[in-house]
Every structure is written in structure tokens, then in C-alpha cells.
């Protein structure tokens, strides 16, 4: 048998010596906000991409490095598979969920909305567009629109051949390009949105809002069951409006609202007698709100007080 067929047939060392883990270990390190981003794509929860990234590595740190050829491919196929499988058990907790259910927010840095492409992949209107592609479909288009892999690449990540991996392709580009919102606002014009919504959360005054809600602009509410929140989605401006005058946000708090980054843009961290209530995240198009996602559910709000690094 050659050395070769050796390393790929003998079964992997376990990582005891440190010329192993050391090595791994600043890989695994380089690659990590990757890793995490993939995940948190593919699933919408930053706890579950850190359990998917916790899994990854077990396995990786088990790999004999010497037979690896491209550490960042292999990595990222790793926590696909992980992130499919989990992907799979979401499907059947969302199935009993109480109301809507929205994306983990993230706080993010000011630098995530400078690339673009990177901040339409991670905001809350394309991870519930992503959230009706089927696993695989979600695997194949996040891997080849947000990470650029080729399709032998990501035909390894998921198990498939690099024809069927094209066919995928296709089918969730046409899916996503009939359900994703239809055109961008600016940096600003979502600031100005979301100032609309700060005066309406702290002062009561909803003019301003009710002058940028799109004739159809759909309102969404995630508590969990946990917190109250909207158990069906509001639709249409007048709706919308009424939904705030009788209270997304208790009248009898002191209520605040501060403009952050979240899911690289623009959003409100929503506090309540001085304690993290929720956020508030918008779309906008041509300067209009045609899109507002508010979540409640405690367990989502871990991370929005310090920044989570995400990149490509």
C-alpha cells in the first residue's frame, strides 16, 4: 500500500501532541468568523451556529493535517454538514414555535455594512427569504452567492455530485430572486426610518412613522412565548399604525430606544426601565418601510450588547 493510501485509509490521530493541536488549533482560529458566518447563515441562530462551531471542531482537532490540502475548504465543509444536520432538528422546533419566528439579531460592527453583499446576506429580510429554501437548497446558494465556492467544492460540503450541485443552484437563485425584497434603501434613508421609529418608541409620536410605512408594509413580532408579541403577521400601513398606537411597547415603562448596527445595518436596541426589551430591525425601499421585524424572545438577545465579528 502506498503512503498515500496510508493516510487516507488508517484511521485519524487523536490530538495529544502538540505539533497536532497547535496547528489546528491556529486554523481553526484564522477561519473562525467564516465558520460562524456559514453557519449562522445557513440556521438564523447564533447559538446554534456556536454549537455547530463547537462540533466542528471536535472534528477537525481529530484530523490529520497532513492529508488536508486546503485547510479553509475542509473547514468549511465540516461545519456544513454540521450545520445541516442541525438544520434539519430547526425545521421540526419551528414547526411547535410560538407566533412568527425571526432570525437571531446580531449587534455587528460599522465595518459589516461597508461590504455590502456581506450585509444583504446577513440582514433580517434575506434570512427569512432563506428561511423557504429547503436545507440543501440553503447549503448550495449560501456557499456559492455569499462565499463564492466552486461547485466541486461545495458538492463535497453537502454530499452531491458538482451537476446536481448546479441544478440546486439554479432552482434556489430562482427561488430567492421571486421572494428577496425588490431594491435596497441607502444607509440613510434606513436611519431616517429607524429615527421614526425611536420618537415613536419613546415619545408616542407616530406621524413621523406613518408618513415612511409603505402602503404594504408588513409587521413581524417575535417573542417565543416567552414575551408578548404578534402570534400572526400585521399587514398594510393603517394596520401597522394601530399596532403601534395600542403598544408594541409598554406605555407604562420608561422606555428607550438606541440606533445601533444590527445584522449590518441600521437598527434599535429597544430598552424597558433601563433592561434590553428587544430590537428592531427594518427594509426599506425607495425610502419607504416595507419591512419591520421586532424580536422580544429572550433567548435571541444574547447577542446584541457586544459586537459578533462576521466575514466571507
Keep these: 500500500m502506498s503512503e498515500r493510501d496510508e493516510r487516507t485509509t488508517s484511521t485519524p490521530r487523536r490530538p495529544d501532541r502538540a505539533d497536532q493541536v497547535e496547528p489546528a488549533t491556529e486554523a481553526f482560529v484564522t477561519h473562525r468568523n467564516l465558520l460562524f458566518t456559514v453557519a449562522y447563515e445557513m440556521l438564523g441562530s447564533a447559538a446554534d451556529a456556536e454549537d455547530v462551531l463547537q462540533e466542528t471542531w471536535l472534528r477537525w482537532a481529530g484530523v490529520d493535517l497532513a492529508g488536508v490540502r486546503e485547510e479553509r475548504a475542509y473547514l468549511v465543509r465540516i461545519v456544513t454538514r454540521q450545520a445541516l444536520d442541525r438544520l434539519r432538528t430547526l425545521g421540526r422546533r419551528k414547526e411547535s414555535y410560538v407566533g412568527p419566528w425571526l432570525?437571531?439579531?446580531?449587534?455587528?460592527?460599522?465595518?459589516?455594512?461597508?461590504?455590502?453583499?456581506?450585509?444583504?446576506?446577513?440582514?433580517?429580510?434575506?434570512?427569512?427569504?432563506?428561511?423557504?429554501?429547503?436545507?440543501?437548497?440553503?447549503?448550495?446558494?449560501?456557499?456559492?452567492?455569499?462565499?463564492?465556492?466552486?461547485?466541486?467544492?461545495?458538492?463535497?460540503?453537502?454530499?452531491?455530485?458538482?451537476?446536481?450541485?448546479?441544478?440546486?443552484?439554479y432552482r434556489a437563485r430562482a427561488h430567492v430572486a421571486a421572494r428577496r425584497p425588490r431594491g435596497t434603501g441607502s444607509p440613510a434613508e434606513h436611519r431616517a426610518a429607524l429615527q421614526a421609529f425611536q420618537r415613536a418608541v419613546e415619545t408616542g409620536e407616530l406621524q413621523s412613522l406613518l408618513d415612511i410605512l409603505a402602503p404594504d408594509v408588513v409587521a413581524l413580532s417575535d417573542g417565543g412565548g416567552v414575551k408578548h408579541a404578534l402570534l400572526r403577521p400585521v399587514v398594510g400601513a393603517g394596520n401597522v399604525a394601530r399596532l403601534l398606537a395600542v403598544g408594541w411597547w409598554k406605555r407604562d415603562a420608561e422606555r428607550s430606544a438606541e440606533l445601533v448596527q444590527i445584522n449590518g445595518g441600521p437598527g434599535l436596541l429597544i430598552r424597558l426601565n433601563g433592561e434590553i426589551d428587544g430590537v428592531v430591525a427594518v427594509h426599506v425601499e425607495n425610502g419607504y418601510v416595507t419591512g419591520a421585524y421586532h424580536v422580544r424572545n429572550p433567548e435571541k438577545l444574547s447577542r446584541v450588547e457586544r459586537p459578533t465579528a462576521v466575514s466571507r
Excluded: W
Design 103 to 169: 432570525p437571531e439579531p446580531l449587534l455587528t460592527a460599522p465595518d459589516v455594512a461597508e461590504d455590502v453583499e456581506l450585509a444583504d446576506s446577513v440582514s433580517m429580510a434575506m434570512l427569512l427569504v432563506l428561511e423557504t429554501l429547503q436545507p440543501i437548497e440553503r447549503a448550495v446558494f449560501v456557499l456559492r452567492e455569499v462565499f463564492d465556492l466552486d461547485y466541486d467544492e461545495i458538492a463535497e460540503a453537502v454530499g452531491k455530485s458538482p451537476n446536481a450541485v448546479r441544478q440546486i443552484a
